[in-house]
């Protein structure tokens, strides 16, 4: 469904690169960008806006890392002041090699150093330096090796361990691990080195609560190891072919298990009995397994009564035997898209009166069933995308008061209908990427203002349609691609200074004084008005843009050269952008 200048973002689990603008390592899979949750002890504050007034600690970093080459340890210093100048420098990515020798013995508790450009194993021996006080070491996408794991062995109190994307690392790596018997978390995704052989050697760690092996493509028979971890809550192994239903038996004894997920895996209904006895499951995803309705009796309450968040997406579900989920009753999560079923099952959903969440995505969805969706009064979040839902159907979520976000792209859905939506207060977010949407499908929305985000990428949309988004002040992320805007409707744009994402792509007609018009936007991150009349010379309006990262402008007169500068003169935060 949908027009030409619609997109579908359908990846499957397996799929390294679903999230645009962000690094091939580290793209979420589409089995998991459902589950978003950080690794660190401690993270870094990335929040926008304004400002606040620098303390007197931030001064006294700031002067530090000012002259940071006139020190040669920080050893005397108090650990809490240490490890602030340790994480300025990482974060500002001034640490090198050299600098890190003043860090020797400073008995830090937080090394966070995923991604960080040139980390090999000559850094270990600072870092093991750190002793029995270092609490959490993240070495995701470095160069160390298997002979730089054994720095590690004197920091006996190590708890969290990310080994994320560590290519050089393999099963004799692993062994080294064996006598960091305080960890609790640890995680080493896509990595081919690391077999069963490898996974036995963490059968002594049984502080070990959440353990993450995503895209480990050769732990087949690994899983047997653990089940001497009886404090295990959390386990992923998501896109491991190799895992099979024998895998599941190994673990069904670690009745602790809260968390678990085997997406892309070679699980069939036959592995899934082997849950049964997991009293204590809240979340199961099992995206793209060959699974099918006959599953769904060993997750239903008279085995799982604790699940919460199910993932069954991309299986082989059918109708028959889909009356199982009417036994799930604390059901908050529930993702079915992508499965050969119709609105017939939506019955056996009906009495789920705790879901929060339903996808629905690309299933044989028509008009009646969503009647029986009309009872659901605290879904929060409905993808209806890419299903056979029309108009008529949008009554059923008139009623609908907790709804704050609701996908209609790619369905039959007109302007008359989306009047129905109008009293929907607590909506956020809203996608109408489709062709039949047009103004009039805007002006029946101008009630929902606490609307964040609005997706009309492929409706055709004019100039006076523009005239309604004036409605939604809160607007955060705004995508018009159809191709028929001109700079007199972007100037109807320019007052909702709340976007941080602006996609005006495709609109051919769109010249320098678009540029002008968003320039008031400065609270912009990411700009997106490729195939449009946009030349170098209008980049000169994106000067006061000074929070944006990234800026598209393909099949436009702007060449890499234009954009650099600009980067160097007025815009240090612009990382990511791509010229004709």
Known sequence: MGGACSRKRDQQAND???????????????????????????????SQGKQRCPTLMDLCIYKIREDINKYGTFSMLPRDITQQIFDDLVCSQCLTDT??????????????????????????????????????????????????????????????????????????GLEQVYGLSNLTTLSFKRNSSITAKGISSLSGLIKMVKLDMERCPRIHGGLAHLKGLEKLEMLNVNCCNCITDADMKAISGLTRLKSLQIASSKVTDNGVVFLRDLKNLSLLNMEACPVTAACLESLSGKFLGALQYLNISRCDLKDNGCENFSKMQSLKVLNLGFNDISG???????????????????????DEGILYLAGLTRLKFLELSDTEVGSSALRHLSGLVNLENLNLSFTVVTDGGLRKLSGLSSLKSLNLDARQITDAGIAALTSLTGLMHLDLFGARITDSGTNYLRAFKKLRSLEICGGGLTDAGVKNIKDLTSLTLLNLSQNSLLTDKSLESISGLTQLVSLNMSNSRVTSAGLRHLKSLKHLKSLTLESCKVTANDIKLLQSTDLPQLVNFRPE
């Not at 870092?127 to 590690?152: F, R």
Request: with cysteine; aromatic share 6%.
């Open 16 to 46: 390294a690169n679903i999230n645009r603008g962000v690094s091939g390592r580290y793209t979420k899979s589409g089995s998991s960008k459902w589950l978003g949750g950080s690794f660190s002890r401690a993270s870094m504050d990335s």
């Open 344 to 366: 017939a099952i939506l019955v056996h959903l009906k009495g789920l009166i705790n879901l929060e969440s339903l996808n629905l995505d690309s299933c044989r969805i028509k």
């Open 99 to 172: 600098l890190l020798e003043a860090f020797r013995d400073c008995a830090l508790q937080d090394l966070n150093l995923g991604e960080y450009p040139g980390v090999d194993d000559s850094w270990l021996d600072v870092v093991s330096s750190q002793g029995s006080s270092l609490l959490s070491l993240d070495l995701s996408g470095s160069d160390v090796t298997d002979s730089g794991i054994t720095y590690l062995k004197d920091c006996k109190s190590l708890q969290a361990l990310n080994l994320n994307y560590c290519d050089q690392i393999s099963d004799k």
